[in-house]
């Protein structure tokens, strides 16, 4: 118990020696961290779901787009259909702890420049400065697109209907005369189909004037020229603590045409689009961007009665574009695009791309039907805070009568570091070992 | 534990000696320090009484030109058994003296109020009892020019250390003695003040 009672007060002492010595320098080596450079971003993401071109008329379905910037500022835009107000949803703060988030834009049963119905398309879009923490979403979404059958549906059916007419007389022949007739017409997809299913130009098969007519019955049932389901597309710019984000994402799609072609229900041809994603990320403490993206994936389901019914898939490859019905005026083409990145060597600003697929129908029928699916976006760039630590300036003393007196603990702390020496050398003297005269005397 | 430690251990004795030499030094410092100061300001005390005589400080406050830490005046308390010189400023350096004036106030004796500043505890502790001062106890005070004598007017009172109005001017012709309060500490200012009463006849 003694024992930890002394070490305590050499602690004390010892305490109160520091505290002494430190004093004096604590007064007077004070620095502050002094903002040299402030930070400065932006992000900014771009979204879009569908870009169609139907005949020369544009038109975009599911459109987002977000900014933000340290200034700070916020906007933000979601449209289900381009340029239709209804659809349309903007918001802007430019100033710091402020924010937007209107309703949502949605129009029902829309028609499109006269070529397209839209069940529900809605526009959303949210912005903020709060907490010195920039946002901004945009969001288009729609649901249930149609081209209006009738006026299209027509002439497509009415040359359907003409090449199959002109098939009829042949149909008792072997295959390969079948084939050799429809090759011109269908182009390589008849030889990719007729491989998969083991049927070569010199093998015999029944008549086919009954599978002629069924196309030519499937073609008559077809009630629209194409059948478009959209996911969404959002863009979102977020600041956090450690970062800046930008991430833009158009959800996948799938384009029938010719939908109800088959007795099954079937479409001539499906194109099914996976999503795209584009993120961006500038990182506030580094200042390094980082784009990353995960681009669209896409395959193709062909659904051909005439060839006994069965639903064949066709992969596509980047950079690969597949041919359908070359050389016909229903001839298609699909296209996969690629990611790519872009970083500005200046700047250090960097920006993703993940496109998605391009797909022109139908390219003798007056230009065609062009679709640019699943695209997305996004770019970062900015500036690091910079900071110093500089001395900090003498504190001006306050005004003050005369100062005439002392600290009140000196004397104190010198009557302990006087009680703390004394109680040591006891401790050392009753510690010295005894001495030879001493031992001998006893 | 620790005497069987130290025993076995001849570095750890030797530190610890270093050690408690040390903090007896240290210790002694602080508590003889009251006691140095007190030495140190009967040196320049007797330094001053020279200087106050002398006819080139006479010259020199004639000429109102007298220097921070020189002799300006010297102050009288009966009551008190006080007799000090009272040096111009009220730095710490000149307050080593024991007592300064207030250069922004009046010379002595001169219109409007006079402040005067003192140590209670150290440094010859001047002002060490003037809190025992009563009103019409009398405060004398000798220029190298004349003299006067102000009269305490009310009984001392206690204020923070930044209430420098009680050394504003005045109208009248007074004198304001500051000092630390409570004894030891600078927490607060203890204020007497005196109202002038009479002029001396010049020595």
């Known amino acids: 118990m003694r024992t930890v009672q002394r070490l305590g007060a050499i602690a004390l002492t010892a305490l109160v020696m520091g505290a002494v010595l430190a004093l004096p320098a604590a007064a007077q080596t004070g620095t502050q961290t002094v903002e040299t450079r402030p930070e400065s971003f932006i992000a900014t993401a771009a979204a879009r779901g569908l870009d169609l071109n139907l005949f020369g008329n544009h038109v975009t379905i599911g459109q987002s787009s977000a900014l933000i910037n340290s200034t700070p500022t916020a906007k933000a835009s979601g449209a289900g259909i381009a340029l239709i107000a209804g659809t349309v949803s903007t918001s802007e703060v430019n100033a710091p702890e402020q924010s937007a988030a209107p309703p949502k834009a949605c129009a029902i049963n829309l028609p499109v420049a006269g070529l397209l119905t839209v069940e529900l398309a809605c526009g959303e879009s949210k912005v903020s400065t709060t907490n010195g923490a920039p946002s901004a979403y945009g969001a288009g979404a729609v649901a249930g697109v149609d081209l209006l059958g009738a006026n299209l549906l027509d002439p497509i059916v009415d040359l359907l209907r003409s090449l199959l007419n002109a098939l009829l007389p042949v149909v008792d022949q072997t295959v390969g005369t079948v084939l050799n007739t429809l090759t011109p017409v269908l182009g390589n997809l008849l030889g990719g189909l007729t491989g998969s299913l083991g049927l070569g130009s010199g093998s015999t098969v029944a008549p086919v004037s009954g599978l002629v007519n069924d196309l030519l019955d499937g073609v008559q049932r077809a009630t629209q020229l194409l059948d478009v389901k959209v996911g969404d597309s959002t863009a979102q710019t977020v600041t956090t603590a450690g970062a800046v984000t930008a991430t833009a994402t158009a959800a996948g799609a799938q384009i029938d045409l010719l939908p109800g072609l088959t007795l099954g229900g079937s479409p001539l041809l499906s194109i099914i689009v996976g999503s795209a994603k584009s993120v961006s990320t500038f990182d506030r403490a580094t200042a390094v961007s980082t784009p990353t993206f995960d681009a669209a994936v896409a395959r193709v389901r062909l659904g051909l009665p005439l060839l006994g019914g069965s639903v064949t898939e066709i992969p596509i490859q980047l950079n690969a574009p597949l041919t359908l019905l070359a050389g016909t005026p229903l001839e298609t083409t699909i296209s996969l695009g690629a990611g790519r990145t872009v970083k500005d060597p200046n700047t250090g600003s960097v920006a993703s791309y993940a496109d998605g697929v391009s797909i022109q129908l139908l390219k003798g029928l007056n230009g065609g039907i062009g679709l640019e699916l699943a695209h997305a976006e996004t770019g970062v760039g900015g500036q690091a805070r910079l900071v110093a630590q500089q001395a900090l300036a003498p504190a001006e003393p306050v005004p003050q009568l005369a100062k005439t007196g002392n600290d009140p603990w000196l004397p104190l702390a010198g009557a302990g570091l006087l009680m703390a020496a004394l109680g040591i050398r006891r401790r050392i003297t009753a510690a010295q070992p005894v001495r030879t005269s001493e031992r001998v005397s006893q | ?203």
């Open chain 2, 1 to 203: 534990m620790l005497v069987d430690l130290l025993r076995s251990k001849r570095w750890l004795r030797r530190t610890l000696s270093g050690v408690s030499v040390l903090l007896l030094l240290g210790g002694l410092g602080l508590v003889g320090y009251p006691f140095a100061t007190n030495m140190w300001t009967d040196r320049i005390q007797a330094r001053l009484e020279d200087q106050i005589a002398s006819p080139e400080l006479q010259q020199a406050y004639k000429e109102r030109k007298i220097e921070t830490g020189d002799s300006l005046t010297r102050i009288k308390i009966p009551a008190l058994g006080l007799d000090t010189v009272v040096v111009e400023g009220v730095t710490p350096s000149a307050l080593r003296a024991g007592a300064g004036h207030y250069p922004q106030t009046p010379l002595p004796c001169e219109q409007g109020n006079v402040a005067i500043a003192g140590h209670r505890t150290t440094y010859g502790r001047p002002f060490g009892n003037v809190d025992q001062l009563k009103p019409g106890d009398t405060i004398e005070l000798t220029t190298p020019i004349g003299g006067c004598v102000y009269q305490v007017a009310k009984a001392p009172w206690v204020v923070a250390p930044s209430e420098l109005s009680v050394i504003d001017p005045t109208s009248e012709r007074s004198l304001t003695l500051t000092t630390c309060h409570p004894k030891g500490s600078a927490a607060q200012r203890l204020i007497i003040r005196a109202t002038w009463v009479k002029d001396l006849k010049a020595a």
